[in-house]
């Protein structure tokens, strides 16, 4: 971690107190908009939902940003206020929720491992995810949209999740056992088609089984995934 990002202190000024260094994501009607702002202590990212679609503000984005705040304090790198609690190495430090729908996250300067510069992207980066990976499920969460829009490799080559949106605290009720089951494979899962995609001469017999054994499970996640995105886009341009 930079030393400027260690120094950063939790702040809870409104967006407009920061200065905007560059647009990482557009805003859509249901998607944030994400930018590289300058702050009085360095640089940091602001997640925003303002600029979206009124009613999906109102109803929907104080929840998301609530739910992946909670992740980044549960997971996160450890935060100045409370030194004790060691964060999971890989995941950006919460900064701070500006409003009801922005949050303020450590900046980590990388590129998405599909876009990394050729020999950036080794077999240790796969090995670090998957202990970040495994180290998030060991404290009783799951990512659940694990991919190569929300992952960084960064300078030295070290990866980083960088999007909670979908994280969960897994419930251990013994009725959800199998679910439960099934999301941490998921995960798993996910690291081994990336692999694949980006790495192949790094895959061990292990992906391959996984990537292999894909089900109906599988294929009815993906397939769920893929559709809720432009269904909520397609509603919230409906309901506006
Ligand atoms: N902490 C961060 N450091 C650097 N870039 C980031 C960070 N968080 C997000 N980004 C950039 O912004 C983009 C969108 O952020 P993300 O949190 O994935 O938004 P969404 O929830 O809408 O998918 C990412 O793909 C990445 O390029
Ligand atoms: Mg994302």
């Given at each position: 971690m930079s030393p400027v990002a260690a120094a950063h202190p939790i702040?809870?000024?409104?967006?407009?107190?920061y200065t905007p260094l560059r647009l990482l994501q557009r805003h859509s009607r249901t998607r944030a908009e994400v930018s590289l702002v300058s702050t009085p202590h360095g640089p940091a990212v602001l997640k925003d939902f303002a600029p979206c679609n009124?009613?999906?503000?109102?109803f929907f984005a104080p929840g998301f940003v609530r739910r992946e705040a909670r992740a980044y304090?549960?997971?996160?790198?450890?935060?100045?206020?409370?030194?004790?609690?060691?964060?999971?190495?890989?995941?950006?430090?919460?900064?701070?929720r500006p409003t009801e729908t922005s949050l303020l996250v450590q900046y980590i300067a990388g590129h998405r491992p599909s876009r990394a510069p050729h020999g950036l992207l080794?077999?240790?980066?796969?090995?670090?995810?998957t202990a970040t990976v495994h180290a998030v499920h060991a404290r009783g969460w799951v990512l659940i949209d694990l991919r190569d829009a929300n992952l960084l490799v960064d300078e030295t080559g070290a990866p980083w999740?960088?999007?909670?949106?979908?994280?969960?605290?897994?419930?251990?009720?013994p009725w959800l056992r199998w679910w439960v089951g099934r999301f941490l494979v998921e995960d798993r899962r996910a690291i081994a088609l990336l692999k694949q995609?980006?790495?192949?001469?790094?895959?061990t017999p292990a992906?391959?089984?996984l990537i292999?054994?894909?089900?109906?499970?599988?294929?009815?996640?993906?397939?769920?995934?893929?559709?809720?995105?432009?269904?909520?886009?397609?509603?919230f341009g409906w309901v506006r």
């Open positions: 702040s809870a000024h409104p967006p407009a107190a009124a009613l999906f503000r109102f304090r549960a997971l996160g790198e450890a935060c100045p206020t409370k030194p004790w609690r060691s964060g999971v190495p890989g995941i950006p430090r919460l900064l701070g080794r077999p240790d980066f796969f090995d670090r995810l999740l960088i999007d909670l949106t979908t994280a969960s605290l897994l419930v251990a009720h995609r980006l790495l192949p001469a790094a895959l992906d391959r089984a292999a054994h894909a089900d109906w499970y599988t294929k009815t996640d993906r397939a769920l995934g893929a559709l809720l995105r432009p269904l909520f886009e397609g509603l």
